[in-house]
T-cell receptor, first 110, second 114 residues
Framework: GQSLEQPSEVTAVEGAIVQINCTYQ??????LSWYQQHDGGAPTFLSY????GLEETGRFSSFLSRSDSYGYLLLQELQMKDSASYFC???????????FGKGTMLLVSP | DSGVTQTPKHLITATGQRVTLRCSPR?????VYWYQQSLDQGLQFLIQ???????AKGNILERFSAQQFPDLHSELNLSSLELGDSALYFC?????????????FGPGTRLTVT
C-alpha cells in the first residue's frame, strides 16, 4: 500500500518562513505534488516535483529527495492569506491518479 | 476560478435517497476525477474518466457510480445514501490521463444526508 505522512498543523507568524514536510512510502513512485485548500474551498495546484531538488515559484518552493522518500513545501514571507490546508500527493508510475495525504493546516498569525 | 463547474453547490437529502452530482470540466480537458472529502479528512479519490472511458477506480462504494458523457461532462450518482456519505464532493479535470498533469478542482458539492 501507500502511505503519506505530514504534520496535522503548523503555526507561524506573518513574514516568517515555514516548511511543511511530507514523507511517503510507496512502490513505483513517480512524482510529488502540493495543493492548497482554503477552508471549504477548492484545492488549487501549487507545485510538482518528479526530480530531486528544489522548484521555486514565487514565495513558494518545493523540494524532493527520492532517495529519502521525502519532500517539503517551503513558504516564505508568510501572509495571513496563506492560512490554509496544504496537501502533498504522490503519483505512481503507470497510474493515472493522485494519492493525497491528510493535509497540514497552516495558521498564520499577525 | 478554475474553469471547472459543479452543480449543485449544496444538497440536503435523507437516508436511503439517491442523488446526482454534475461536473463540467475545463474547456479542452479530457480527464475528470471525483473525490470525496469528509470532515478532517484528506481527499479520497473515487474514480477517473478519460475521454468517456473509465480510467481508474479508487475507494468508490458499490452504491456509487459515475459516467462521462460525449460532451465530457460527468455525473456522480450516489444511491441508498447513509449518514456517513455526508461530505464535500469535488470534481477535478486535467488535460491528459496521467497523474502528472495539474488537476483543476471545481468548487465542490456539499452533501448533507439527514
Amino acid at each position: 500500500g501507500q502511505s503519506l505522512e505530514q504534520p496535522s498543523e503548523v503555526t507561524a507568524v506573518e513574514g516568517a518562513i515555514v516548511q511543511i514536510n511530507c514523507t511517503y512510502q510507496t512502490s513505483g513512485f513517480y512524482g510529488l505534488s502540493w495543493y492548497q485548500q482554503h477552508d471549504g474551498g477548492a484545492p488549487t495546484f501549487l507545485s510538482y516535483n518528479a526530480l530531486d531538488g528544489l522548484e521555486e515559484t514565487g514565495r513558494f518552493s518545493s523540494f524532493l529527495s527520492r532517495s529519502d522518500s521525502y519532500g517539503y513545501l517551503l513558504l516564505q514571507e508568510l501572509q495571513m492569506k496563506d492560512s490554509a490546508s496544504y496537501f502533498c500527493a504522490v503519483s505512481l508510475t503507470g497510474y493515472s491518479t493522485l494519492t493525497f495525504g491528510k493535509g497540514t493546516m497552516l495558521l498564520v498569525s499577525p | 476560478d478554475s474553469g471547472v463547474t459543479q452543480t449543485p453547490k449544496h444538497l440536503i437529502t435523507a437516508t436511503g435517497q439517491r442523488v446526482t452530482l454534475r461536473c463540467s470540466p475545463r474547456s479542452g480537458d479530457l480527464s475528470v476525477y471525483w473525490y470525496q472529502q469528509s470532515l478532517d479528512q484528506g481527499l479520497q479519490f473515487l474514480i477517473q474518466y478519460y475521454n468517456g472511458e473509465e480510467r481508474a477506480k479508487g475507494n468508490i462504494l458499490e452504491r456509487f457510480s459515475a459516467q462521462q458523457f460525449p460532451d465530457l461532462h460527468s455525473e456522480l450518482n450516489l444511491s441508498s445514501l447513509e449518514l456517513g456519505d455526508s461530505a464535500l464532493y469535488f470534481c477535478a479535470s486535467s488535460v491528459g490521463s496521467s497523474a502528472n498533469y495539474e488537476q483543476y478542482f471545481g468548487p465542490g458539492t456539499r452533501l448533507t444526508v439527514t
